[in-house]
């Protein structure tokens, strides 16, 4: 990921060097992991089960980076965030598969149960939930995948009640995790068709308004594109920049293919 400059709310750390206000959160280096269960639960996505060998447990919020050689030792490596709770056995990444994508074709076309993955991680010291601060998840996309491990936390520790929940996709068949999602309250903004009441229309502020609640930490993901719009409706409607925390999917110079 790159950044472009300092202006708010503050993005994460490509390489999760910790800034202010971040939470110790774990690293861990190169390891392997045997994919241990593969789900295609939505056309065009993956669902990796990994079981990482000398696994350091992560913190919701954190990725992976994975790492695929060729024979003529081409490298290609991508950030996946874990979609998993921390006391899970193994570590889930949810991956969609872009149709010219290069790792992520891979991922979801030749992957089996039984193959072994080079991973990297866990990877992040910002886009980090702590488990114990109030905060308002604003997803869109694959964006909600690592909002799902913070779900997932948030419930193994009876705590449901410290999130707000608003997640974006075109259709509810694209929605990535969405029956975990609708079961976690969130709220469901569909592009392409109504959800409820709800006309097919973009995030709005006015979605997010009953949401937030003063103290929150808000933590948005999604394509540059939604994060850059999802966070302009939060601190317009005031919360303060330094409590939005944002993660972008998308192409990254850091990620580029070495020779
Ligand atoms: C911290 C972090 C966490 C991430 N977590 C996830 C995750 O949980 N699930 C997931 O599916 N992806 C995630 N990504 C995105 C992922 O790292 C890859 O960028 C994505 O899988 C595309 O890689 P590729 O090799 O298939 O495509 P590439 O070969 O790199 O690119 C193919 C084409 O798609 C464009 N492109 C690249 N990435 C994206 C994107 N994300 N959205 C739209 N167009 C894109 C490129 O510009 C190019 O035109 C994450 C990225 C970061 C930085």
Do not use: N
């Not at 990921?1 to 959160?25: C, I, K, N, Y």
């Not at 000398?54 to 979609?83: F, N």
């Not at 933590?219 to 939005?244: N, R």
Request: net charge negative.
């Amino acid at each position: 990921m790159t950044d472009e400059g300092p202006p708010p709310p503050h993005h994460s750390q490509a390489r999760g060097e910790p800034l202010d206000g971040a939470v110790s959160a774990p690293a861990g280096g190169w390891t392997t992991a045997t994919v241990a269960g593969l789900r295609r639960p939505i056309a065009r996505a993956v669902e990796l089960r990994l079981d990482v060998h000398d696994r350091i447990d992560h913190l919701p919020g954190q990725h992976y980076v994975v790492r695929l050689t060729a024979e003529d030792g081409y490298t290609a490596q991508r950030s996946y965030s874990v979609a998993s709770a921390p006391d899970d056995p193994l570590v889930e990444l949810f991956v969609e598969r872009l149709d010219d994508g290069e790792v992520s074709t891979y991922l979801a076309d030749v992957v089996e149960p039984g193959d072994e993955l080079e991973v990297r991680g866990p990877i992040g010291g910002w886009f980090v939930w702590d488990g114990v601060t109030p905060a308002l998840l604003v997803g869109g996309g694959s964006g909600v995948v690592p909002l799902v491990a913070m779900v997932r936390h948030a419930r193994a520790l009876g705590r449901l009640d410290l999130l707000r929940v608003a997640v974006s996709a075109r259709t509810l068949a694209e929605l990535p995790y969405a029956d975990e999602l609708v079961e976690a309250g969130a709220l469901i903004a569909l592009t392409r068709e109504a959800h409820g009441i709800r006309p097919g229309a973009r995030l709005t502020d006015m979605d997010l308004l009953p949401l937030w609640e003063p103290g929150q930490t808000a933590y948005v993901c999604g394509s540059a594109g939604f994060a850059e719009s999802a966070s302009q409706l939060l601190v317009g409607l005031g919360l303060p920049a330094a409590s939005v925390r944002v993660e972008r999917f998308g192409p990254s110079a850091l990620e580029l293919p070495k020779r």
